[in-house]
């Protein structure tokens, strides 16, 4: 059985926080309700949400502010909910990353699909963050390794595919990944403190 999703809801309206807050959690959402940035801000503290759903205009700090603070401070994406339709206000919106913007007053049934699909937004663009990081990594694996590669090429008078099986070898029997071996390889490059005194 699938956890609930869970969604952090912040508005300074309480009968709206209450009466949507109420209805998402019977549409079997865990929801935690918010009715200020600093409320919300301390939620975020000590809960991963899988989504904000915050109102544009708050006293203190606007909705807007607080949507870039849950997602450069901890991650949290946004959808907003709004009294305001112009276009300004919207564009702010979407340019802050904002996933969903809804218009009040809406009733729960409207709002659960668009929810659903900051959700699966918010899970996408996880998932290419996810590749990035990935993709980020592996290319520094085998920059490090082409550099081992060389450095072998140069020291054992080997060829290319040579100092590759000589990098593989040494892996395999150290029981070490190969970019831990390539990495040590290059650092065996660097001057000693006492060398480089000379």
């Known amino acids: 059985m699938h956890e609930p999703k869970s969604l952090l809801f912040v508005d300074d309206d309480r009968l709206i926080l209450g009466t949507?807050?109420?209805g998402l959690r019977d549409a079997g959402y865990s929801v935690a309700l918010a009715d200020s940035g600093k409320a919300a801000l301390a939620f975020a503290e000590s809960t991963a949400f899988d989504l904000a759903i915050v109102d544009v205009r708050m006293p203190v700090m606007s909705g807007i502010e607080l949507a870039a603070r849950l997602r450069d401070e901890h991650g949290i994406p946004s959808m907003f909910l709004s009294a305001f339709d112009d276009q300004r206000t919207v564009d702010m919106a979407i340019q802050e990353g904002g996933l969903g913007y809804v218009v009040k007053l809406v009733t729960v049934s409207k709002l659960i699909p668009a929810?659903?699909?900051?959700?699966?937004?918010?899970?996408?663009?996880?998932?290419?963050?996810?590749?990035?990081?990935?993709l980020k990594k592996a290319l520094s694996a085998n920059r490090i390794t082409s550099v081992a590669i060389g450095v072998?090429?140069?020291e054992l008078g080997l060829a290319e595919a040579e100092a590759f099986d000589h990098?593989?070898?040494?892996?395999?029997n150290r029981r070490q990944k190969l970019e831990a071996v390539a990495e040590e390889v290059v650092m065996s490059l660097r001057p000693s403190s006492g060398e480089a005194g000379r």
């Open 115 to 134: 929810v659903e699909a900051a959700l699966a937004r918010a899970h996408d663009l996880k998932t290419l963050t996810d590749h990035a990081v990935n």
């Open 152 to 154: 072998l090429m140069a």
């Open 167 to 172: 990098l593989r070898r040494l892996a395999r």
């Open 20 to 22: 949507l807050g109420q």
